[in-house]
Nanobody, 117 residues
């Protein structure tokens, strides 16, 4: 059983920054990929960024390239997206995802990010 606990969401002004956290109940090497998705009202859930565990591979949605950075802290079993230069269109519920050969795909409960003008 995999548990992912997200934190760090909130209200921020456009141009500001937020750092979300996703802490896993297992060592990060239990997964081959971890990522962040977001879902805005009336829209489908979309990938924001993901990272290959134990690799240097990262992947970003075009809309966040140059503004978001995904990273991991293995000592804390945590994956972060650092989100800078936030825009109104970044407003969404952000979900952490972890993929494992053993446990399949797991999701966090989501954390709200609201960017105001």
């Amino acid at each position: 059983q995999v548990q992912l606990v997200e934190s760090g969401g909130g209200l921020v002004q456009a141009g500001g920054s937020l750092r979300l956290s996703c802490t896993a109940s297992l060592d990060l090497f239990s997964f081959y990929d971890m990522g962040w998705y977001r879902q805005a009202p009336g829209k489908e859930r979309e990938l924001v960024a993901d990272i290959g565990i134990g690799t240097i591979r990262t992947n970003y949605e075009d809309a966040v390239k140059g503004r978001f950075t995904i990273s991991t802290d293995h000592a804390k079993n945590t994956v972060y997206p650092q989100m800078n230069s936030l825009k109104l269109e970044d407003t969404a519920v952000y979900f952490c995802n972890a993929r494992s050969i053993t446990y399949g795909s797991s999701w966090g409960q989501g954390t709200q990010v609201t960017v105001s003008a």
